[in-house]
């Protein structure tokens, strides 16, 4: 056996470990590797077989700079983003006191229990046409369904985080003869907070999905989920996806700021290590 034949295999598995290494050696280049292999499958695949309408990755680049700088664009995103965050503040107040309530005393937690899970588990698209009734067809209707979304969520976690405050923490309390207050909002919301910020982080993406669907239900005029479907209607799906991708975007901008925020403010709150 030659030479060459013995270090031929040893030649291409270095060469192939060094491709590997280029294109999948971090966690910043697996993504961008896995992300220019989906545009490329997208862009070729829709050029071979489907229609000319069809949005591709280089018509939504074209569209892009036009679609964020329009005036519409930016009154749906605010419209959206605005009834977001109303429908997550109140959902956060009133969600913490329910979730307290429920987790420290058991008469509420018999009463309660078994109506939150229930319209937990829910979809949220069958209330939309009770909720339209009831609210109208116009922005609260919207802001309706982002808290209902919200809310349940959001008393689960606080709920369970506060039946796990360490009995040492009560008897503490006890001992000095603490009042109810102190003992409900210094105590037990604070010993909450790593399940109160898990139930924030799922209550914001359902609040996001259901603000979109009650704007594709009611025809708001004011709001990205309208803008994208009224685009797609009318074949324009380059503009349409630009819409779609500024939901992703809002999403990741959210959670960039929650993780800024646990780091700044609540150091001692751990995450699960990313993966290498």
Known sequence: MTTDALTQPADSRSMGSLLSNIFWGTSLRAKVTAGILILLVWQVGVTLFAPSFVATPIGVALAFPGVVTSKVFLIASKGTLLAVFQGLAIALVFGTVVGVAMGRMKVFDRALNFYVSGFYTMPMIALLPLLTIWFGYGGDARLATVIFAAFFSIVINVRDGARSVPPEYLEVCKA???????????????????????????????????????????????????????????????????GVVALVAFGLMFEITMNWTTRRFFPWYRRETKAD
Not at 210 to 215: D, L, M, N, Q, Y
Not at 217 to 223: I, N, R
């Open 176 to 242: 000095y003869r603490a009042k109810a207050r102190y003992v409900w909002f210094d105590i037990t919301v604070f010993a909450s907070l790593p399940y109160l910020i898990a139930g924030f982080r799922l209550a914001a993406g359902r609040a996001l999905v259901a603000a979109v669907i009650a704007e594709f239900f009611v025809s708001l005029q004011d709001g990205v989920g309208m803008f994208v479907l009224f685009n797609a209607r009318n074949f324009n799906h380059d503009v349409a996806v630009v």
